[in-house]
């Protein structure tokens, strides 16, 4: 059963405290990507890997890092430098760098107080 | 910059009726766009996906339009059904093949019986 898996659903956090949210994919995709999506707002790109052991900064980078030791998992640490760090969370995976569409995992809500 | 318009005000139709969604854009010449259909607290869902030198793309009861010298895309569902109800994404991509995708704000549907 492939799919895009992301853990947890939900998790809270003390402010200052560093928390990594968890990404897999066995759909064999090389390409992965983070977004944060807030209330009314669309999702913004946060990081992504084109390919294993490379990733780019997205258009909110600030406060967050990423690693891409293997092709099937892209694991997101939200810093304690990220100052709203509560949001919606959520990663994806496409075929190649291309026009392909990208699947979506379930997302991880994030509370940090 | 780059700016990605939908309707920030959600859509209520009636069951039977179309529904139209629009997706505007400035300061940009997309590679392609595509739609994605996110529910409440759940990942998105890739929908359709259309190319700068398409004019219209259907898929069953979906229909995408392009139009670049307009800067708009709009998204129609035919004999809509309540089980349509959904905030309805679009993305925009460049021309530089690496994946990446900006996302509009989202335009929630609601079709009552």
């Known amino acids: 059963d492939g799919g895009i898996t992301q853990s947890p659903k939900y998790l809270f956090r003390k402010e200052g405290q560093n928390v990594t949210l968890s990404c897999e994919q066995n759909l064999n995709h090389d390409a992965m990507y983070w977004y944060r999506q807030d209330p009314g707002q669309g999702l913004r790109l946060i990081y992504y890997?084109?390919?294993?052991?490379?990733?780019q900064k997205g258009d909110i980078a600030e406060g967050y890092s990423v690693s891409r030791e293997k092709k099937e998992s892209f694991p997101l640490t939200v810093t304690s430098a990220q100052k709203n760090p509560t949001a919606f969370y959520l990663c994806?995976?496409?075929?190649?760098?291309?026009?392909?569409?990208?699947?979506f995992g379930p997302g991880t809500r994030l509370t940090v107080t | 910059s780059q700016k990605i318009e939908q309707n920030s005000e959600a859509l209520n139709i009636q069951e039977g009726k179309t529904a139209t969604l629009t997706c505007n854009y400035t300061n940009y010449s997309p590679a392609y766009l595509q739609w994605y259909r996110q529910d409440p607290g759940r990942g998105p869902v890739f929908l359709l996906l259309i190319r700068e030198n398409e004019k219209e793309k259907r898929k069953e009861r979906l229909k995408v339009t392009f139009d670049t010298t307009l800067k708009q895309s709009l998204f129609h569902i035919t004999a809509s059904q309540p089980a349509d109800s959904a905030t309805y994404l679009c993305a925009l991509a460049g021309s530089s093949n690496t994946g990446k995708l900006i996302f509009g704000q989202g335009t929630t549907l609601q079709v009552k019986p």
């Open positions: 994806a995976s496409s075929k190649s760098g291309q026009e392909g569409e990208q699947y």
């Open positions: 890997s084109q390919i294993v052991n490379d990733f």
